[in-house]
């Protein structure tokens, strides 16, 4: 199965690749309906690192649907200016370890206006019978993450101290050259 997201984020870019990176984003996104809690020594990172990530789903933030994993890399060989997280890990256990292949990719890029481009694709098989039945709550949860995603943007415009300062810089000494 296919789940497509195509939107316009009213943040810039940068917020928005902090964003999708961070596991708070993440379990904002997916509220209230899901949580996620870490199954790591030190806990959720404050943004995904390459490699494996053990979790532990929860419905509606309490009862425990099984153990996943995300597997976070960040694809090269991109068009300039589109950075892109891809999470190739799945379910382990639970109802939802149904999914036997999982392949999440999420990408942003600027947008002439200031504002972010953001383009999200799931491919996910459960088998041929399973892949029918999953595929309406897999695309209107997808369709609640989009919602959740428009209504965050807006609050991630937060640039860590000096960031801001330097990115100006570096973009009026492009335009001076």
């Known amino acids: 199965m296919r789940v497509l997201l195509k939107l316009t984020l009213d943040c810039d870019a940068d917020a928005a690749w902090r964003a999708i990176r961070s596991p708070a984003v993440l379990r904002e996104v997916v509220a ?3 949580d996620f809690e870490s199954l790591e020594a030190d806990g959720f ?5 390459e490699g494996p990530h053990r979790l532990r789903a929860l419905a509606f933030g309490i009862t425990p649907l099984g153990d996943e994993v995300v597997d976070a890399s960040y694809p090269g060989g991109l068009p300039p ?11 382990i256990t639970g109802p ?3 999914f036997r292949h999982w392949d999440h990719r999420m990408a942003v890029s ?10 999200d694709r799931l491919i996910a098989t459960a088998g041929p019978a399973l892949d029918v039945a999953l595929w309406y709550p897999t695309w209107a949860f997808w369709q609640w993450r989009g919602l959740r995603l428009r209504q965050l943007a807006p609050t ?4 860590p101290p000096g960031t801001a300062d330097a ?5 009026a000494a492009g335009a001076a050259a």
């Not at 991630?156 to 640039?159: G, N, Q, V």
């Open 156 to 159: 991630w415009a937060y640039d």
């Open 81 to 91: 200016g589109v950075r892109m997280l891809r999470d190739g890990g799945g379910a």
């Open 45 to 49: 990172p404050a943004t995904w690192p």
């Open 110 to 119: 600027p947008l002439p206006d200031g504002r972010t481009l953001y383009r």
């Open 32 to 34: 209230p309906w899901l």
């Open 167 to 171: 990115a100006r810089t570096a973009r």
């Open 96 to 98: 939802l370890s149904a």
